[in-house]
């Protein structure tokens, strides 16, 4: 192989885009960060259908209850970090990382008792189920619980978002960091709010 084409292939998106705004070539730039952000936003569907894949294999073997356990383990590493960001600094690192898996951020809002952060979609479980990558049958709820906002059908990967934002938090710190309005319509907006 060509040890030019060899060596693009090898070079991130980002590198390249920075060595074009570095020699003025404002296309190539340009181009360079479109096909990262097209790269990031076809990966994070994937990334996130592994996950659930994997999260219904262990619901499989033994039972969805352990499920929650394992979100309930993951998330609860950084727990004072997150808590002490307070609602405002909470909204910005969860749209940050939010922006970083290619979510389109609709609408940030301030209210009186919250911050209303609008995802259309989520760049994650929203995405994945837009793009119907999940199997109906398979790596969703079986039955309502507490953390699948009381339904059957929810994405295992996506009760991340109540057990991480609701459940931890309440049974801590007696309050949620924030609640999620889950849309039974994968076409809706995904909400965030954060409560002050």
Known sequence: MDSDIASRLGTLFLDQAMAAAGEGDH???SEQ???HRSAQRSLAP????WINDAL????????EEEVLNLWREWLSFGFERFDALGAKGQLERLAGSHNSLGSTIKSVEEKEDR???????????GLMRRKEMLATDRGVTKKGYPWSW?????PYYCAHC???GEIIPMERKGKAWYTMEFPDDPQAPCVYNFLK
Not at 46 to 49: D, G, I
Not at 115 to 125: A, I, K, M, R
């Open 27 to 29: 296309q190539k730039m």
């Open 33 to 35: 960060i479109e096909l």
């Open 46 to 49: 994937v990334r996130t259908l």
């Open 56 to 63: 219904a294999l262990i619901a499989d073997k033994t039972g």
């Open 115 to 125: 911050y209303v952060l609008t995802l259309d979609p989520c760049g994650s479980g």
């Open 150 to 154: 009381g339904r059957a059908g929810v």
């Open 162 to 164: 109540a057990i991480g």
